[in-house]
């Protein structure tokens, strides 16, 4: 049997589920107590947050946990892989498109900015000081990978804790560990991270996750309109704007969530160039059109009814 408990954070809808029943409330503490951690290190609209006193540090060095330092760190391999396409300093670029805010708070009013990102070069991180310098002026965001990262964390905790098989599920970013359930964890595929016991709203998929993690980022999801533009949080750093769609939804498989989020969000940016990247990386791959055609590479599976 399969128990599994729901709720909100992040602005996302958060699964996690258990191959134990009995390790279900162990479970959810420990995902719920590292959402919070995370929050407090890296979140964008927290005061008191690590990331705050980076942003505010005038290009000094800063002291930082090691929680924040593995964040940082994660977030600067995903740009060396990506030559830039996941780029953590695009928080100006978002805060210029009207999220500085919880995306249900953001206003239609005001106008939009473009403010291409300066780069991850700008950042040093220090692993061995735990420390990081960032160049005045620059504003950080995590969120590509920090969530990928969290439920990669959470469901390898959750395991080591009670030794159950464990799925986390954080905005459609998957994350499993431990013994899967007789015939793998069966996960639904869709544009939108939604009730996985309801109905999809469009094209979907169903597949069999037995180890490691999968990612869909969407033009779908968090999006909202201002200044009469519809806008998503998906940025091209190079142009401080979400890139024109040549794919509405990109779905990837790999060792880890991270991994998997790093691929999907590239495709999403890099658009039609990203087959360079897809041949290189051998991961299976699902790609959503604008107009809902479905595209597989790298071994994705053969799609059965959702």
Known sequence: MIA???????TCR????VTDPAALDDARELVTDLLADVDLAASRFREDSELAAVDTAHGEWT???????ELIA?????????????????????????????????????????????GWRTIELDEDAGRVRVAPGVRLDLGATAKAWTADTAAGA??????????????????????????????RVEDVT??????????????TLHDGGLATSSVRARRWQRDGLWLNHLIDPRTG??????????????????????????????????WSLLRAAHLPVRLVTPDGQVLTAGGWPVEQAA
């Open 241 to 274: 704007l979400p890139p024109v769609p040549a794919w509405r939804t990109v779905s990837a498989a790999a060792g880890t969530c991270v991994d998997a989020n790093v691929l999907s969000t590239a495709a999403v940016v890099r658009g039609h160039r990203i």
């Open 194 to 207: 939604g009730n996985p016991d309801a109905e999809p709203a469009g094209p979907a998929a169903v597949v």
């Open 4 to 10: 599994a408990a729901d709720w909100t954070a992040w």
């Open 158 to 187: 959750v395991t080591a804790a009670t030794g159950s098989g464990c799925l986390v599920s954080i905005g459609g970013d998957i994350a499993v560990a431990g013994p899967a359930p007789e015939g793998g964890w069966r996960i």
């Open 14 to 17: 958060v699964r996690v589920a």
């Open 74 to 118: 994660v977030a600067l391999r995903a740009a060396r892989l990506t030559d830039g396409d996941v780029d953590p300093t695009v928080g100006a670029a978002l805060s210029g498109l009207g999220y500085d805010r919880d995306v249900s708070e953001i206003s239609a009013d005001g106008i939009v900015v473009a403010t291409p990102a300066p």
């Open 63 to 69: 002291t930082i946990s090691p929680l924040f330092t």
